[in-house]
């Protein structure tokens, strides 16, 4: 018989800002200030003009009125968060940095789920290769998720080759990625999505287009990572 034991990296509050929802084409969340064609909340009516989606017209209403008339729908926002562990190759033989992008990624989720904001943890399944994405919504489920992604050893590449929209799980407004690079296909990652990569090793901060940098290091990563938007 044996007991499995995980040891949780350093955990800290980062102190982050929430930068809000991101308006996206699939999302079942309806926003009543902006106007969209796909979703199902109407928040107005007008006269149909060449163009509007014909799905959208008010049948009922235009048979009254004589007038053909389309209904305004809200236009759909995520606000969901996916927090993605990079496990870099080349740091497999530097613990203290390891440990440093473990405490870091563990004390996002934390925070999140601190402040009960619902997240999605992601990493790469040691055995299968595959992307594992797990949805935390309490403690337990943190804790759960911490014992799979802390025993992912650093030589195993990474399976995030494309956010899939149009599944409920794969619905997010902001894609986080902790480790020491910035993937080759970050925009596929992405995919139209805000994403900031908490990045060992970097110094400073910088943003590009979506993507926002944030660099850490082993010493000072608390400090670091302070104040983070996202």
């Excluded at 805000?194 to 970097?202: F, I």
């Amino acid at each position: 018989e044996h007991v499995g034991v995980t040891v949780m990296p350093e955990l800290f509050d980062m102190n982050m800002l929430q930068a809000g929802v991101t308006a996206m084409p699939e999302s079942d969340i309806e926003s009543a200030k902006t106007r969209g064609a796909v979703s199902g909340e109407m928040i107005d009516i007008k006269e149909y003009l060449p163009g509007d989606p014909v799905r959208n017209i008010h049948w009922k209403l235009s048979e009254k009125t004589g007038k053909t008339l389309v209904k305004v729908l809200g236009n759909p926002v995520s606000d969901q968060y996916l927090i993605i562990l990079d496990n870099p190759a080349e740091l497999a033989h530097d613990p203290e940095a390891l440990d440093a992008i473990a405490s870091v990624y563990s004390s996002l989720i934390h925070t999140l789920r601190s402040r009960d904001v619902t997240c999605y943890a992601g990493w790469t399944d040691p055995y299968s290769g595959g992307a594992v994405i797990r949805r935390i919504t309490n403690d337990v489920e943190e804790t759960e998720a911490a014992d799979e992604y802390l025993a992912v050893p650093a030589v195993v590449p990474g399976a995030f080759g494309r956010i899939r929209r149009g599944i409920a799980d794969d619905r997010f407004a902001h894609v986080v990625i902790v480790g020491s690079q910035i993937p080759d296909n970050i925009d596929a990652i992405a995919n139209g999505c805000s994403v900031t990569v908490l990045r060992y090793g970097e110094n400073g901060s910088f943003t590009e287009g979506n993507m926002t940098v944030v660099g850490f290091e082993t010493a000072t990563y608390i400090n670091d990572t302070a104040g983070v938007e996202i």
